[in-house]
């Protein structure tokens, strides 16, 4: 079945480091979205990619969609102790369901 | 985007016990989701919660285990039943307002023991 790998599994930064994180799909996605999860918190929707090649950007955090629609990246400059938390990508097999990434914790070094 | 909530939000019952979790949507969604995420894991689907009909249930989940009633567009439940410790976990409903992104409401942190 459709699969999503997501690495890495942790990041551990100073703040003010930048963070990377990726997504590669077994199959063509027809879109991918990312998701944020603060410690405690459930998942908040960040965005949508759906065109081969995008790249979308909210303030600090860039999004990328691979020309072939099998990965994706988020990168974070310069990150704030407001950004701890865990990253999810998240792809649609078909229909309204989601394929879930297994995420990428941010942590911020003290 | 939407509003929802779910009730409650967390709860210790005993093995063999089952737990009625609701989720209230504040407008009327096509798509409502269960998942099971256990701490520090992803999300896993439980089912699909369809309007006037049966739930769809992915792999490994059944109907037994997790009956699941979706009376109208805007409400939905989730029972845990029959429950043991491997069902400690935080249950989350999402609904589907657009093409696909989902919001989620805050879950219910069930504990067995």
């Known amino acids: 079945g459709q699969q999503v790998m997501q690495i890495p599994q942790y990041q551990h930064v100073q703040e003010g480091e930048d963070f990377t994180t990726y997504c590669n799909s077994s199959?063509?996605?027809?879109?991918i979205q990312w998701y944020k999860q603060r410690p405690g918190g459930h998942p908040v929707f960040l965005i949508q990619?759906?065109?081969s090649g995008e790249v979308k950007k909210q303030k600090r955090l860039t999004f990328q969609f691979g020309e072939a629609k099998k990965n994706s990246s988020l990168h974070i400059t310069a990150t704030q102790t407001t950004d701890v938390g865990t990253y999810f990508c998240?792809?649609?097999?078909?229909?309204?369901?989601?394929?879930w990434g297994a995420g990428t914790k941010l942590i911020i070094k003290p | 985007s939407a509003v929802i909530s779910q009730k409650p939000s967390r709860d210790i019952c005993q093995r063999g016990t089952s737990l009625t979790i609701q989720c209230q949507v504040d407008?009327?969604?096509?798509?409502m989701f269960w998942y099971r995420q256990q701490p520090g894991q992803s999300l896993t689907l439980i089912a699909t919660?369809?309007?006037?009909?049966?739930?769809?249930?992915e792999s490994g989940f059944v109907i037994d285990k997790f009956p699941i009633s979706r009376p109208n567009l805007t409400f939905s439940t989730l029972t845990v039943s029959n429950m043991s410790p491997e069902d400690s976990s935080i249950y989350l409903c999402?609904?589907?307002?657009?093409?696909?992104?989902?919001?989620f409401g805050p879950g219910t942190r069930l504990t067995v023991t």
């Open positions: 998240a792809g649609p097999p078909g229909g309204y369901q989601l394929i």
């Open positions: 199959t063509t996605l027809s879109n």
């Open positions: 990619l759906v065109k």
């Open positions: 407008s009327q969604v096509t798509m």
């Open positions: 919660a369809n309007q006037g009909s049966e739930a769809t249930y």
């Open positions: 999402s609904v589907a307002t657009g093409p696909n992104e989902q919001y």
